[in-house]
C-alpha cells in the first residue's frame, strides 16, 4: 500500500464516520430509516462533520497539541455549530421537531435567548461525538497513523473549502427552518467564545498533561480498559437521559466536570496508559447508539423504520467499537502532536 494511500484512506473513514457520529448514530432527522437520504446527507455532513475532525486533528499534529487542546478545540467547534452554522442555538420554534419547546422552554435565559439545557448538551454533544470520538477511535482502529499527519498543505486547503461551502449551506438553510437568524450581538458574543476556547486550545493549557515525577516504584496499576468502556457509556447515558430542567443541566456538569477531573489526575498519576481512550470512546460510542433507542420517533418516519436503524448501527458500532479496542493494544500510542 503506497504511501498516498496509507494517509487518504484513515483520512476518508474518519471524514465518513465523524458525520455517522454526530447525527446519524441518535436517528433523529427526518431521514431516518431512508439509506438513500441517509447516504445523500453526507454530501454535506462529511465535509462539514468530517472536515471539521480533519482540520481540528491536523492542527492539533502540527502545533503538539494533546488531548486538553483537542477537547478545547472540539468545544469551539461545539459553540460554533449551533450558535452561528446551523443556528439552532438561538432557534425559536422548529416544526419538524415536536418536542421542540420542551426541550427548550424549560431552561430558557430570555434576556440572550437560549437555552441552557440545549446549549450544554449540544456542545457537549460535539465535543464527544463530532470530534473526540472518532479521534480516539481513528487511533484505536488504525495504530500506525496516530500522531502523524494525514493531509498536506494541499488536502489541508480542499478540506477547509468543503468545509465552509458546507457551513454556509447549512447556514443557509438554518436561517429558512428557523426563520431568523441571531442578532448582531449574539453573533459576536458567540465569535468571542469560539475564539477563546481556540486561544485556550492553542496556549500551554492544550498540552499533554504531564506525568507526575518521580515515578513511583512499583509502577501505579493502570486503568482496566474495560473500567474506561464503562465510564465513558456511563457518563455518556447519564448526559443523554437527563430532563431538559436545571436538573438536568447541573447533572451534565457535574458528571463532565467530575469525569475530566477524574481522567486528569489518573493520566497525571500513570494510571491512564496511553490507549485507555480508546476503551472510554468505545464506551461512549456504544452508550450513544443503545440511548438512541428511548428517542422519540421523528415526524413522518415511521417505528419500524427508526427502530431497524437503530438496530443496524448498535451492530456495526459494537464491532466497530470491539475492534478499535482490541486493535488499540498493538502499539505504544504517543500524544497528539507527537510523531512516533
Given at each position: ?8 484512506a ?9 458525520p ?5 448514530l441518535q436517528?433523529y ?31 492539533a499534529?502540527?502545533?503538539r ?26 432557534g ?13 422552554l424549560?431552561t430558557l435565559?430570555?434576556?440572550?435567548g437560549?437555552?441552557?439545557f ?19 477511535l481513528l ?6 497513523i ?5 493531509l498536506?498543505?494541499l488536502?489541508?486547503i480542499?478540506t ?7 457551513a ?32 485556550l486550545g492553542?496556549?500551554r ?25 464503562v465510564l ?17 443541566v ?8 467530575s ?27 456504544v ?10 420517533v421523528?415526524?413522518g ?6 427502530y431497524?436503524?437503530?438496530a ?10 470491539a475492534?478499535?479496542?482490541?486493535r488499540s ?12
Amino acid at each position: 500500500m503506497g504511501p498516498l494511500r496509507r494517509r487518504w484512506a484513515p483520512a476518508l473513514g474518519l471524514f465518513l464516520a465523524a458525520p455517522i457520529c454526530a447525527e446519524y448514530l441518535q436517528a433523529y432527522l427526518e431521514t431516518t430509516g431512508n439509506a438513500l437520504a441517509l447516504l445523500a446527507g453526507l454530501l454535506v455532513l462529511a465535509p462539514l462533520y468530517g472536515g471539521a475532525a480533519l482540520l481540528l486533528r491536523e492542527v492539533a499534529i502540527r502545533t503538539r497539541r494533546g488531548w486538553p487542546g483537542i477537547v478545547l478545540l472540539a468545544a469551539a467547534f461545539g459553540v460554533l455549530m449551533p450558535g452561528i452554522v446551523d443556528l439552532a442555538l438561538f432557534g425559536e420554534h422548529r416544526a419538524d421537531v415536536g418536542y421542540w419547546d420542551d426541550l427548550r422552554l424549560p431552561t430558557l435565559i430570555e434576556p440572550w435567548g437560549i437555552s441552557a439545557f440545549t446549549t450544554t448538551t449540544w456542545v457537549f454533544g460535539h465535543v464527544v461525538m463530532s470530534i473526540s470520538v472518532p479521534l480516539a477511535l481513528l487511533d484505536g482502529l488504525v495504530p500506525r497513523i496516530r500522531g502523524r499527519s494525514l493531509l498536506g498543505p494541499l488536502g489541508m486547503i480542499i478540506t477547509g473549502v468543503l468545509f465552509v461551502l458546507a457551513a454556509i449551506m447549512v447556514h443557509l438553510d438554518g436561517r429558512h427552518l428557523y426563520g431568523s437568524a441571531p442578532t448582531l450581538g449574539q453573533t459576536l458574543a458567540v465569535l468571542g467564545v469560539v475564539g477563546l476556547l481556540a486561544l485556550l486550545g492553542l496556549s500551554r493549557w492544550g498540552r499533554t498533561i504531564p506525568r507526575r515525577r518521580p515515578v513511583p516504584v512499583p509502577e501505579p496499576r493502570p486503568v482496566p480498559r474495560w473500567a474506561a468502556f464503562v465510564l465513558g457509556a456511563v457518563g455518556v447515558a447519564a448526559t443523554n437521559l437527563v430532563p431538559p430542567t436545571w436538573l438536568g443541566v447541573a447533572i451534565v456538569w457535574a458528571v463532565v466536570l467530575s469525569g475530566v477531573i477524574m481522567i486528569c489526575l489518573l493520566v497525571r498519576s500513570g494510571r491512564w496508559p496511553q490507549g485507555t481512550g480508546v476503551a472510554l470512546a468505545a464506551g461512549a460510542l456504544v452508550a450513544t447508539t443503545a440511548v438512541a433507542f428511548a428517542a422519540p420517533v421523528p415526524l413522518g418516519v415511521s417505528p419500524v423504520a427508526k427502530y431497524a436503524q437503530n438496530a443496524v448501527l448498535l451492530i456495526l458500532v459494537v464491532a466497530v467499537a470491539a475492534a478499535a479496542v482490541w486493535r488499540s493494544r498493538l502499539g505504544p500510542q504517543p500524544p497528539v502532536g507527537q510523531s512516533r
